[in-house]
């Protein structure tokens, strides 16, 4: 079993429609969560991070983390075009100081 | 400068080759990461420096030779590559090994010929 699951994907929504995105992590110790956004032939941009349990919103997007299930999610309302782009969740694991990246998501928004 | 800045942007090397990829970033950031990606895949990590200092190599082949020169500037030097090399090789760095916050650079495209 992978340490973090994603769904690859590729998701395609119509403009302005919400969007979930989902990661399923197994190792209970990690403590901090986050969302890279990445366009095609570009570096990984940090698009939001949490360390607790709830919500947590910036803009049209919303993390969720529930660590009892150890479930992450990342909402995205009112997509736009321009949020075609891979979505990678990532978990940072204090006692190891690593960083584990889920598959990615590929999200197509359409016009 | 919340940037980290790689060059080149695109390389093509053949397989008897010496080249060196070059990352920097003047955050005061005191770890640097190699990774590397392939198409539709997540980064995988290949080194990790810590004030300068190499404290995590993932079992990367010899042909990939990463070098610290200073706080700012992380080398990664090429040699004998296989065309199975051929990704996008991506520079990060953190305030240090702990904090969780790594920025990423746009990455240097490999290919291998």
């Known amino acids: 079993q992978k340490e973090v699951e994603q769904d690859p994907g590729p998701l395609s929504v119509p403009e302005g429609a919400i969007v979930s995105l989902n990661c399923t992590y197994s190792?209970?110790?990690?403590?901090?969560f986050m969302w890279y956004r990445q366009y095609s032939r570009k570096g990984p941009e940090l698009l939001m991070y949490t360390y607790s349990s709830g919500n947590k919103e910036d803009g049209r997007f919303t993390a969720q983390v529930d660590k009892s299930s150890k479930y992450i999610s990342l909402f995205i309302r009112d997509s736009q075009p321009s949020d075609s782009a891979t979505y990678l969740c990532a978990i940072h694991n204090n006692a190891g100081n690593m960083l584990t990246f889920g598959g990615g998501t590929r999200l197509m928004v359409k016009p | 400068d919340t940037e980290v800045t790689q060059t080149p942007k695109h390389l093509v090397m053949g397989m008897t080759n010496k080249k060196s990829l070059k990352c920097e970033q003047h955050?005061?950031?005191?770890?640097m990461y190699w990774y590397k990606q392939k198409a539709k895949k997540p980064p995988e990590l290949m080194f990790v420096?810590?004030?300068?200092?190499?404290?995590i190599n993932e079992s990367v082949p010899s042909r990939f030779s990463p070098e610290c020169p200073n706080s700012s500037l992380l080398n990664l030097h090429l040699h004998a590559l296989q065309p199975e090399d051929s990704a996008l090789y991506l520079c990060?760095?953190?305030?240090?090994?702990?904090?969780?916050?790594?920025?990423f650079g746009s990455g240097t495209r490999l290919t291998v010929v």
């Open positions: 955050m005061g950031h005191r770890a």
């Open positions: 420096y810590s004030y300068e200092k190499l404290s």
């Open positions: 990060a760095s953190s305030q240090d090994r702990s904090a969780w916050g790594y920025t």
């Open positions: 190792n209970s110790a990690f403590q901090y």
